[in-house]
């Protein structure tokens, strides 16, 4: 062995040595294996042997030739070398370790990426290369701009389409070719990259899409009885303007702007005005040319009497808010100088409008604008706008996602002139007017007592709803949940699935493999699937006219919850059960009383702008509770809750309020709940104008303008659960046994199957 070992070492070190001494030099690859090997062979060598083996001279480093070698004792050189080689060859492993690592992390966020994608906007990731791409870290949502993102993806090859949508934290980019999408891939991934605006470091990940689509939001129109003029001053006018503030003696320093008040002081602690209390000086001279353009060209009747001016530096705002109808009249209008901003508007049915005000622009609020919309500036130091026409476009900034862009906030002043009211309110408006406040009669339904009070109820405040809301209703249904897809995509070919209250139909055509039917109380959504070609009849849940043990599986999303009482609940889940055959599951899904769960908000509770349709049918899942003479004799915990779920509502396990013998409570739009059965309003948008009988009967006096003028609201009847109560509902039924009960997005979840 040790013979061998010699041999070895002798061979290694000579051929080393005599082509170092020619000049040539190795890869420091080849030089690391070398010595790796050598060393192995020192292992097993005593230091005399290794005198009597070892060359008596090694070359210099860049010495090709004896001359510019000198001779040196092996024994002070080699050790040297050799740490010199293991050094590198620590160092070049400590390299491939970091690689791996950073490629692993890499290779992590893409999958997290992956899943927030498919979870939040149902859109699917390639696992190959395709044309488009999503690229997370790369969006309006967080600072990145148009022009550098598409600087960055162009060096690559030509773009097709860069898509932008607003608050999203990702774009989608589409490539002319699939090469060009590969080497943006190759090239991007993991990449470090700086944002030009904020200077703050971002990594971007990558993933490939089998196609690049975003639904752009409808063009929106000003609110009634807004105009915004541009231009109404000149550049010398402003100027002037701005420099006759004297910021040194302004009443008030808010924490997030700068404001001052001329003619009267606007008090914050009551939001209204002192009207015996007029300020010395009243409204600065300087004003009055310009108040009497206003005045000539029709944009207010009266003379303001009250100005406020407010500074904000950029990451500055204001409150949503609407002026109080008791301080002032109709007319209220706002100069806009020195910066650009966008300003947010909101119908109290949540739709919202994004408002481009131009430097020395003039806003014009009166009637609807001004009673019933509130106007903020929300605080950021970025407005998304329109692209194409940077700081310039007068009016709404629609959601385009591909042209749409930031643009850095600059100190703004506006001055908003209003004329204080000498009398009450009498506007149109009653339900957000403080001089009519308690006027209004609300007529509302309370909770039924017995059969023939639930199925009435019913009627009126859910089928009759859904008849008249149809069109609008499917409009906002074309995003299916990605574990109802799950669920569907899980079942073996060929299986028989029916969906009871189907809805639109947007879930009879997820698997192409199943055979599946749909049906649903609305005869009108009913007509909506037949246009798309799907399957589907009407009926009601509680009796559907399919065969008994029919079926291979079920689902029930955001329909259980429509029944009024705990039979028709549980009665509903029975019917399901039945159309099952033995082994057959079904997926039932119901909106939750705990919309914020293990300290996180639901998507109900987050969303707030015009997108909020967009989510509602999930977030209005179904509820339902058993009746105690139909549980099981067992005392088990599950028995257990469900006969605290039947008992008087006093007795209920969540903060729940009580509302037997009393009216239904009328729940505010993306609020928690506080109570478990409620109405939840509908504004219909995009239709004719309905009779009054078709709208809710509680918002304003019969017969009122206000009912003429806005659009139709409806009250659907809904019973939202606490946790544990639909699987508990579930588990009372003998021939059934949970497979799995989760909470998702808001909503109570369960999995069964058919015994």
């Given at each position: 062995?040790?013979?061998?070992?010699?041999?070895?070492f002798?061979?290694?070190?000579?051929?080393?040595?005599?082509?170092?001494?020619?000049g040539?030099?190795?890869?420091?690859?080849?030089?690391?294996?070398?010595?790796?090997?050598?060393?192995?062979?020192?292992?097993?060598?005593t230091?005399p042997?290794?005198?009597?083996?070892?060359?008596?001279?090694?070359?210099?480093?860049?010495?090709?030739?004896?001359?510019?070698c000198?001779?040196?004792?092996?024994?002070?050189?080699?050790?040297?070398?050799?740490l010199?080689?293991?050094?590198?060859?620590?160092?070049?492993?400590?390299?491939?370790?970091?690689?791996?690592?950073?490629?692993?992390?890499?290779?992590?966020?893409?999958?997290?990426?992956?899943?927030?994608?498919?979870?939040?906007?149902?859109?699917?990731?390639?696992?190959?290369?395709?044309?488009?791409?999503?690229?997370?870290?790369?969006?309006?949502?967080?600072?990145?701009?148009?022009?550098?993102?598409?600087?960055?993806?162009g060096?690559?090859?030509?773009?097709?389409?860069?898509?932008?949508?607003?608050?999203?934290?990702?774009?989608?980019?589409?490539?002319?070719?699939?090469?060009?999408?590969?080497?943006?891939?190759?090239?991007?991934?993991?990449?470090?990259?700086?944002?030009e605006?904020?200077?703050q470091n971002?990594?971007?990940?990558?993933?490939?899409?089998?196609?690049?689509?975003?639904?752009?939001?409808?063009?929106?129109s000003?609110?009634?009885?807004?105009?915004?003029?541009?231009?109404?001053?000149?550049?010398?006018?402003?100027?002037?303007?701005?420099?006759?503030?004297?910021?040194?003696?302004?009443q008030?320093?808010?924490?997030?702007?700068?404001v001052?008040?001329?003619?009267?002081?606007?008090?914050?602690?009551?939001?209204?005005?002192?009207?015996?209390?007029?300020?010395?000086?009243?409204?600065?001279?300087?004003?009055?040319?310009?108040?009497?353009?206003?005045?000539?060209?029709?944009?207010?009747?009266?003379?303001?009497?009250?100005?406020?001016?407010?500074?904000?530096?950029?990451?500055?705002?204001?409150?949503?808010?609407?002026?109080?109808?008791?301080?002032?009249?109709?007319?209220?209008?706002?100069l806009?100088?020195?910066?650009?901003?966008?300003?947010?508007?909101?119908h109290p049915?949540?739709?919202?409008?994004?408002?481009m005000?131009?430097?020395?622009?003039?806003?014009v609020?009166a009637?609807?604008?001004?009673?019933?919309?509130?106007?903020?500036?929300?605080p950021?130091?970025?407005?998304?706008?329109?692209?194409?026409?940077?700081?310039?476009?007068?009016?709404t900034?629609?959601?385009?996602?591909?042209?749409?862009?930031l643009?850095?906030?600059?100190t703004?002043?506006?001055?908003?002139?209003?004329?204080?009211?000498?009398?009450?309110?009498?506007?149109?408006?009653?339900?957000?007017?403080?001089?009519?406040?308690?006027?209004?009669?609300?007529?509302?339904?309370?909770?039924?007592?017995?059969?023939?009070?639930?199925?009435?109820?019913?009627?009126?405040?859910?089928?009759?709803?859904?008849?008249?809301?149809?069109?609008?209703?499917?409009?906002?249904?074309?995003?299916?949940?990605?574990?109802?897809?799950?669920f569907?995509?899980?079942?073996?070919?060929?299986?028989?699935?029916?969906?009871?209250?189907?809805?639109?139909?947007?879930?009879?055509?997820?698997?192409?493999?199943?055979?599946?039917?749909g049906?649903?109380?609305?005869?009108?959504?009913v007509?909506?699937?037949?246009?798309?070609?799907?399957?589907?009849?009407?009926?009601?849940?509680l009796?559907?006219?399919?065969?008994?043990?029919?079926?291979?599986?079920?689902?029930?999303?955001?329909?259980?919850?429509?029944?009024?009482?705990?039979?028709?609940?549980?009665?509903?889940?029975?019917?399901?059960?039945?159309?099952?055959?033995?082994g057959?599951?079904?997926?039932?899904?119901?909106?939750?009383?705990?919309?914020e769960?293990?300290n996180?908000?639901?998507?109900?509770?987050?969303?707030?702008?015009g997108?909020?349709?967009?989510?509602?049918?999930i977030?209005?899942?179904?509820?339902?509770?058993?009746?105690?003479?139909?549980?099981?004799?067992?005392s088990?915990?599950?028995?257990?809750?469900s006969?605290?779920?039947?008992?008087?509502?006093?007795?209920?396990?969540?903060?729940a309020?009580?509302i037997?013998?009393?009216?239904?409570p009328?729940?505010?739009?993306?609020?928690?709940?506080?109570?478990?059965?409620?109405?939840?309003?509908?504004?219909?948008?995009?239709?004719?104008?309905?009779?009054?009988?078709?709208?809710?009967?509680?918002?304003?006096?019969?017969?009122?303008?206000?009912?003429?003028?806005?659009?139709?609201?409806?009250?659907?009847?809904?019973?939202?659960?606490?946790e544990?109560e639909l699987?508990a509902?579930?588990r009372?039924?003998?021939?059934?046994?949970?497979?799995?009960?989760?909470?998702?997005?808001?909503?109570?979840?369960?999995?069964?199957?058919?015994?």
């Amino acid at each position: 062995m040790a013979a061998g070992v010699s041999w070895c070492f002798d061979q290694c070190w000579n051929s080393y040595i005599s082509v170092r001494a020619s000049g040539f030099r190795f890869l420091p690859s080849f030089d690391v294996r070398l010595c790796t090997l050598l060393l192995r062979c020192l292992r097993h060598k005593t230091e005399p042997e290794l005198s009597n083996k070892l060359p008596s001279f090694i070359p210099e480093r860049g010495a090709p030739s004896a001359d510019s070698c000198r001779l040196a004792p092996m024994h002070f050189r080699f050790p040297k070398l050799l740490l010199q080689i293991t050094s590198m060859e620590l160092k070049t492993s400590k390299e491939h370790l970091k690689v791996q690592k950073m490629k692993k992390k890499v290779l992590r966020k893409q999958v997290r990426a992956q899943h927030t994608l498919m979870r939040h906007e149902g859109i699917e990731c390639s696992s190959h290369a395709t044309q488009s791409l999503v690229i997370a870290n790369a969006g309006l949502g967080n600072g990145m701009g148009r022009h550098q993102l598409l600087r960055i993806v162009g060096e690559y090859g030509l773009v097709e389409t860069l898509l932008m949508p607003p608050s999203k934290p990702y774009s989608f980019v589409k490539y002319g070719t699939t090469e060009e999408a590969k080497k943006a891939f190759d090239a991007l991934n993991g990449k470090e990259v700086t944002l030009e605006d904020c200077g703050q470091n971002i990594v971007l990940y990558i993933n490939f899409l089998e196609k690049v689509f975003w639904k752009n939001a409808v063009p929106t129109s000003l609110p009634p009885g807004l105009m915004v003029i541009e231009k109404v001053i000149s550049p010398e006018e402003e100027r002037r303007i701005l420099e006759s503030i004297d910021w040194i003696g302004a009443q008030k320093t808010l924490k997030h702007r700068r404001v001052k008040h001329f003619g009267y002081e606007f008090r914050y602690d009551n939001n209204n005005v002192d009207k015996d209390k007029p300020l010395p000086g009243g409204l600065p001279e300087i004003c009055d040319p310009f108040l009497e353009k206003c005045l000539k060209q029709g944009y207010i009747k009266h003379k303001p009497d009250q100005l406020t001016v407010n500074q904000y530096e950029p990451g500055q705002g204001i409150p949503p808010h609407i002026d109080t109808h008791s301080a002032f009249e109709d007319e209220i209008i706002s100069l806009s100088l020195g910066a650009e901003i966008v300003m947010d508007f909101k119908h109290p049915d949540g739709h919202t409008v994004a408002i481009m005000l131009p430097r020395c622009s003039l806003l014009v609020m009166a009637g609807e604008s001004r009673y019933l919309w509130t106007h903020g500036i929300t605080p950021r130091k970025y407005d998304v706008i329109q692209a194409s026409e940077l700081g310039q476009k007068v009016g709404t900034i629609t959601a385009d996602a591909g042209d749409l862009t930031l643009n850095r906030r600059e100190t703004r002043t506006s001055f908003t002139f209003r004329k204080v009211r000498r009398s009450p309110c009498n506007c149109i408006y009653p339900s957000v007017c403080d001089s009519q406040k308690g006027q209004q009669s609300r007529v509302q339904p309370s909770f039924p007592h017995n059969e023939m009070e639930a199925s009435k109820l019913e009627q009126e405040y859910v089928h009759r709803v859904y008849e008249e809301i149809a069109p609008h209703f499917s409009s906002t249904r074309h995003s299916p949940w990605p574990q109802i897809v799950e669920f569907l995509r899980s079942l073996p070919k060929g299986s028989i699935v029916a969906d009871v209250g189907c809805g639109n139909g947007k879930y009879l055509g997820i698997n192409e493999d199943l055979y599946m039917v749909g049906c649903d109380r609305s005869k009108n959504l009913v007509d909506i699937c037949g246009e798309k070609n799907l399957e589907a009849f009407v009926c009601d849940a509680l009796s559907v006219p399919m065969r008994s043990g029919s079926c291979d599986a079920c689902i029930s999303i955001a329909v259980i919850h429509h029944f009024s009482t705990a039979e028709r609940r549980l009665a509903t889940i029975r019917e399901l059960v039945r159309l099952l055959r033995p082994g057959g599951t079904a997926l039932i899904y119901v909106w939750a009383m705990e919309q914020e769960y293990k300290n996180q908000k639901s998507k109900y509770l987050k969303e707030k702008n015009g997108s909020k349709d967009k989510e509602e049918e999930i977030n209005t899942g179904m509820a339902q509770r058993p009746l105690s003479d139909q549980l099981p004799d067992s005392s088990s915990q599950d028995s257990v809750c469900s006969e605290r779920l039947l008992s008087d509502p006093k007795d209920k396990g969540c903060d729940a309020k009580p509302i037997a013998d009393s009216a239904l409570p009328i729940h505010t739009n993306r609020t928690s709940f506080h109570s478990q059965d409620l109405l939840v309003p509908w504004h219909l948008k995009g239709g004719p104008k309905k009779k009054r009988e078709s709208m809710d009967t509680g918002l304003f006096p019969v017969g009122s303008k206000e009912s003429q003028e806005l659009s139709p609201v409806f009250h659907r009847y809904y019973h939202v659960f606490c946790e544990g109560e639909l699987e508990a509902v579930c588990r009372s039924l003998d021939c059934v046994r949970v497979q799995r009960s989760y909470y998702d997005q808001g909503n109570w979840c369960v999995v069964l199957e058919k015994l």
